[in-house]
């Protein structure tokens, strides 16, 4: 069964620090991957998503995403954090497609000043 | 646009009560999702609707009935839940059948439906 492990419930870095959000993939096929955010008190908005095109993937609000086979991950990084990105972070795996969505357990970053 | 609207924002209800939640979206698509979602926890998907017809039910109990009208809209009818059931509501749209073939399907989320049982 395809699954995601987000490594970390909360991430906690300085406002301008790099952020990285860790996400490891189990797949024994080729895996769709998604990043979503959650913003306190609404749905989930699609950051970037991973489809083979790309190993490197470059998403909304200044995020990108790399995809290593070698090491089953697609962690999130943002080179400078700005107070605006404190919410709950979610990496998902889809199988040929998005029927079904699985998503990992969350990421809630908090940005200090 | 990629807008997915939910209505009601926020629904108190008692155990014995009826009521409905609500999700439209005008994007053309032709897959439509409910999740459950509860607090600190990531979404749980309950019911896909492809071409207006159910194709999954993951084991949901039967106190909560979906239903979709047409292409544009997805219902969930609430009836004689219990308060372990509150938790938020999440609706998602996405191109479909079609579309799940290739790697490019992508769900998006209306904001949501804050549910309280009472």
Request: charged share 15%.
């Amino acid at each position: 069964a395809q699954s995601v492990t987000q490594l970390g419930s909360h991430v906690s870095v300085s406002e301008g620090a790099l952020v990285l959000l860790r996400c490891n993939y189990s797949s024994s096929v080729p895996p769709y991957l998604f990043w979503y955010v959650q913003y306190p008190n609404q749905g989930l908005q699609l950051l970037l998503k991973y489809t083979s095109a790309a190993t490197l993937v470059k998403g909304i609000n200044g995020f990108e995403a790399e995809f290593k086979k070698s090491e089953t991950s697609f962690h999130l990084t943002k080179p400078s954090a700005h107070m605006s990105d404190a919410a709950e972070y979610f990496c998902a795996v889809s199988k040929g497609g998005a029927q079904k969505l699985v998503f990992g357990q969350g990421t809630r970053l908090t940005i200090n000043p | 646009d990629t807008e997915v609207t939910q209505t009601p924002k926020h629904l108190v209800m008692g155990m014995t009560n009826k009521k409905s939640l609500k999700c439209e979206q005008h994007m053309g698509h032709r897959a439509m999702y409910w999740y459950k979602q509860k607090a600190k926890k990531p979404p749980e998907l309950m019911f896909v609707y492809s071409y207006e017809k159910l194709s999954i039910n993951e084991s949901v109990p039967s106190r909560f009935s979906p239903e979709c009208p047409n292409s544009s809209l997805l219902n969930l009818h609430l009836h004689a839940l219990q308060p372990e059931d509150s938790a938020l509501y999440l609706c998602a749209s996405s191109q479909g059948p079609l579309a799940w073939r290739e790697p490019t399907d992508t769900q998006y989320f209306g904001p949501g439906t804050r549910l309280t049982v009472l």
